[in-house]
Nanobody, 124 residues
Framework: QEQLVESGGGSVQAGGSLRLSCAAS????????MGWFRQAPGKEREGVAS???????VYADSVKGRFTITRDNAKNTAHLQMVDLQPDDTAMYYC??????????????????WGQGTQVTVSS
């Protein structure tokens, strides 16, 4: 399992913005996809966004129009730009990736590596 390192979490007020970053520690192998999940206390983990190596993106309905996922294939890094954050977005955000297998499934469907998580807190 590749190690994924996240950064960029923090605390903001409602309506604010944050940008999360995720990097594969070795960057040796090309990721099939990179993505983000989140989990709030007492709730199930929710897939947020995923991007394939060819740039195709998938978003959860709850974040469409507010979150944007991008990636740098050469550096095996991904970013999640979050705008108009709301208290319901408060959660631990986890980076995910897949380093083997097919090139068409999103990371929301199939991931083989996970980061340790970065906290996002949005106050009203």
């Amino acid at each position: 399992q590749e190690q994924l390192v996240e950064s960029g979490g923090g605390s903001v007020q409602a309506g604010g913005s944050l940008r999360l970053s995720c990097a594969a520690s070795r960057g040796t192998y090309k990721t099939r996809c990179m993505g983000w999940f989140r989990q709030a206390p007492g709730k199930e983990r929710e897939g947020v966004a995923s991007i394939l190596s060819d740039g195709r993106e998938v978003y959860a309905d709850s974040v469409k129009g507010r979150f944007t996922i991008t990636r740098d294939n050469a550096k095996n890094t991904a970013h999640l730009q979050m705008v108009d954050l709301q208290p319901d977005d408060t959660a631990m955000y986890y980076c995910a990736a897949r380093f083997s297998g097919n090139w068409y499934e999103s990371c929301l469907e199939n991931s083989d590596s996970w980061g340790q998580g970065t906290q996002v807190t949005v106050s009203s």
